[in-house]
């Protein structure tokens, strides 16, 4: 109880931090959601490849494949159905994927909520955070590391859905034994949102890396430690 009266205490809100470029970006990477867009348009996916048999008589026989996240593709089987209405035994989309997906999700999570509190943080908390100069230290070095790891798993995950791509792309899966010869490919699956996550994954990367600048602005490493003294200080001019 005391800790919650405490915070109560000391928050005060102010606005002032929103126009300066420090708040801004923070603005940026929340209320422009990049972050959320990022790991929402990976985390939300679902979709499915195509392919068929042409049967005489024109009545086609299809097949749709589905995956999503986390992109364990053999997590789906699937079935084909032949020109008699049987089915093939069980098939296995080919390749896991999972582990650059969840970590671009990961990164992306971590980020909105880091976001959350530090936003908070400079309206709420102004006055704790430049009391010391361990605030701004701090969060110099939390940006930073996020910077690094949005690059790393952009990186990761961009190279992922390439893997993704080839695994489902109907051209593939025709050439497997159990549809050799017999199928022809179809539409291939719509991955929009995939390829907008690595953007916006990018994009972040820039955004928190340019936020380091500013950051380190608030820094006793960028401001002068003995700052010259003025005349209501007591100092006396230059000749």
């Known amino acids: 109880m005391d800790t919650v009266q405490k915070l109560k205490a000391g928050f005060s809100l102010d606005l002032g931090p929103l126009k300066e470029p420090l708040g801004v970006i923070r603005v940026l990477e929340l209320v422009w959601v990049f972050t959320i867009f990022a790991f929402a348009t990976t985390g939300g996916y679902y979709g499915s490849t195509h392919f068929k048999i042409k049967c005489p008589g024109g009545v086609d026989q299809h097949t749709d494949p589905v995956f999503g996240y986390p992109f364990r593709l053999p997590a789906n089987p699937y079935q084909i159905t032949l020109c008699n209405k049987s089915r093939s035994n069980e098939t296995f989309l080919q390749g896991d994927f ?9 990164v992306g999570v971590f980020g909105f909520l880091y ?3 530090t936003l908070i943080l400079y309206l709420g908390y102004q006055n704790v955070y430049r009391q010391t100069s361990r605030g701004p230290i701090i969060d110099l070095v939390v940006t930073a590391a996020f910077a690094f790891l949005w690059l790393v798993c952009s990186s990761a995950w961009g190279k992922g859905l390439t893997d993704v791509k080839w695994a489902t792309n109907p051209d593939q899966l025709i050439l497997t034994p159990s549809c050799k010869d017999i199928c022809e490919a179809g539409e291939f699956p719509s991955m929009g949102r995939l390829n907008a996550s690595v953007i916006f994954g990018f994009l972040n990367m820039i955004l ?4 380091c600048w500013f950051i380190y602005k608030e820094t006793p490493f960028h401001k002068d430690p003995n700052p010259p003294a003025t005349m209501e200080e007591g100092g006396a001019p230059e000749p």
Do not use: I, M, R
């Open 115 to 117: 976001c959350t509190a």
């Open 208 to 211: 928190w890396a340019s936020n």
């Open 98 to 106: 999972s582990s650059s997906a969840e970590f671009f999700v990961c």
